[in-house]
């Protein structure tokens, strides 16, 4: 089993910038890829970003594209997310998850491909 957990949400500007973190602890040995998503008040989960240990890959939900970016540091079992240029509609409860499976780039933004959860961090973004 692995746990995930994340850190670094908060309160900022329109254009600010922010980094959530992600530790994953646990056996990390069989993750291989891991991902951010996003939950709006009242909104459903989406993809935000993800990074695929094998290979270094990564991809982006359309909506982040050139503002954030994913990265990973493998042998401290960390995954960050760089956002910057941040807007109001960007304002979300931010998950990270992990997933033992190999997955294909085309499946790496798939919700259900993800098996373990954290609790999520508050990123709120007011003037």
């Known amino acids: 089993q692995v746990h995930v957990e994340e850190s670094g949400g908060g309160l900022v500007r329109p254009g600010g910038s922010l980094r959530l973190s992600c530790a994953a602890s646990g056996r990390t040995s069989t993750t291989y890829t891991m991902g951010w998503f996003r939950q709006a008040a009242g909104k459903e989960r989406e993809f935000v970003a993800a990074?695929?240990?094998?290979?270094?890959?990564?991809i982006y939900a359309d909506s982040v594209k050139g503002r954030f970016t994913v990265s990973a540091d493998k042998p401290k079992n960390m995954l960050y997310l760089q956002m910057s240029s941040l807007k109001p509609e960007d304002a979300a409860v931010y998950y990270c998850a992990s997933t033992s499976r190999r997955l294909i780039i085309s499946a790496m933004g798939m919700i259900a491909m993800y098996d373990n959860w954290g609790q999520g961090t508050q990123v709120t973004v007011s003037s």
């Open positions: 990074f695929r240990s094998s290979g270094g890959n990564t």
